[in-house]
Each structure stands twice: as structure tokens, then as C-alpha cells.
């Protein structure tokens, strides 16, 4: 038995504003990914796409752990620089879960780099996972912003982390506990700069299969303005290995809105990145 046994939707669209989709997504077993990519014309698609094929690599796999996951991040990271020495300012967020086993337990292994989000919905609830590296989020913990107030401020998209871009593109992990009934939700920010979360939280209550609920979210994005690429990849846990015995909720691993432009990296607002 897989340490998670899961069912999983994913949908992709460019939007309402533009021709090109720079996001890119990867949901096959054991990860589910996505990467927004910035930089115009198509430096984004193909930072993002780089980025997704470092991954694929780990696909069949019966678990990842972290230490694969920091090897296919320095190979993205490597796969992205040389897209810019071919003289574009390419560069990605990143965000998702690969599922992992410690100790006979299933658990899902998050990462994130950059303002895309990683949810999970259980019981009834919506959590955010992942944090996001932006400029707002900042303003936000260091109690100068509200959250009400970050959804207009006009440095919503400017973020302090990616792959590429002039960033180190360090990323945060996160180790949670699976339970089964888990829904997990990736999702570029063309998706939750648009949608509140109270009606993200309803879709995946209200729409049980997953690909069905990927594909609704992202309807709701455009009907709310599309104004971004958007992109939903759902998981749900079916069974998860040792989920009878005792397991520890999320705990960081290893030392580890509404959007009117792309996602661009601070240092191309005027900060550094």
C-alpha cells in the first residue's frame, strides 16, 4: 500500500486578460505541483515548465523525501538560470505536496517558494499551508497591514522569493500528518487573488470529485475577473498508512486579493528580491 492512497483533479487556464499560461503543474503520484512563472512572453512558461520537468524525475516513486526534494529544487534552480543567460529575466513560484512515510505514517511533504498557496480542507475547514514570500505577507506579520487591507494593497504581487529572478529561491517545507478525507488544494494566486477563501471552502465541500472541483475553482476565478493564469490542482486522501496510530499535526521539516498584474519578484518593483 502507498503511504497515501489518493485520487486527484487538476485545471489549468490563462484567463480572461491573457494569451500566454505561465503556469505550469505537475499531479502524478507522489507529487502535486504548481509553479506560477514571471517574466513575460513565454520566459515564465518556460521557467515554470523547467521547473515542473526537475520534479517529474521523482514521479513512481512510492514516497519522496525532503533530501530529494532540496536535489530537484538545485536542478529547477539550475534549469531556470540558464533560461535567463539565454537573455530572459525568467523565474517561478512554486508550491505543492509530495507524499512521504515516516515511521509506517503517511504524511504529506509541502514546499513552497514564492506567493502561490498550498490548503487543506478537513473537517469542514480550510487551512493554508504554505506562507507566502511577499511583500504584503511581511507587512502582514509585522503588523502594519491587515489582511483586509493586503487584498488592495498595490504591492500585492510583489514577492521576496522565487526560482530564478535573482532570487536564491529558498524554500520552506512542512511535514503534515495525513489523515484520510484529507482534500488538499495547490493553486497559483490567479485562483486565491481572486476567490475569497469562504467560497474556495465551499467548492471543495460542495464538489466531490476532484477533478470536477479543480475545474469549478478555476470557473470561479475567471467569473470573479480572471484577471491571471489560473491554475487548481485537488488531492484527496483515500487511505493513508498508519493512520490509526498516533502522528503529529504540521510542524516544519528539517530546519526547513485580487491580482490586476503577474506575480513579479520585489527587485523588479524597485526592491530587493
Known sequence: MSAIEVEVGAATHPGLRRRVNEDSHLAEYPLFLVAD???GHDAGAAASSAVVAEFRTLVG???????????????A?????????????????????????????????AINVGDSRTYRYAE?????????????????????LTGDAASRDSRRNEITRAIGAGS?????????????????????????????????????????????AATRLVHEAMLHGGRDNITAVVVDAVRVSGQDD???????AGGVSHADEDTRPRAAAGGDA
Not at 516513486?61 to 536542478?75: P, T, Y
Open 37 to 39: 512563472g514571471m517574466g
Open 61 to 75: 516513486l512510492e514516497s519522496v523525501g525532503i533530501e530529494g526534494m532540496r536535489d530537484a529544487l538545485a536542478r
Open 77 to 109: 534552480r539550475a534549469a531556470v538560470l540558464r533560461i535567463s543567460h539565454e537573455g530572459r529575466a525568467a523565474g517561478t513560484t512554486l508550491t505543492g505536496v509530495g507524499v512521504t512515510e515516516v515511521g509506517g505514517h503517511g504524511y504529506w511533504l
Open 124 to 144: 469542514g475547514e480550510l487551512e493554508q499551508i504554505s506562507v507566502d514570500h511577499s511583500v504584503v505577507q511581511e507587512l502582514i506579520d509585522a503588523g502594519e
Open 168 to 212: 536564491g529561491g529558498e524554500a520552506d517545507f512542512w511535514l503534515v500528518a495525513a489523515e484520510p478525507g484529507d482534500r488538499m488544494l495547490i493553486c497559483s494566486d490567479g485562483l486565491s487573488g481572486e476567490v475569497p477563501e469562504e467560497r474556495i471552502s465551499g467548492i471543495l465541500r460542495d464538489v466531490s470529485d476532484p477533478g470536477e
Open 246 to 252: 498516533d502522528a503529529y499535526d504540521t510542524s516544519p
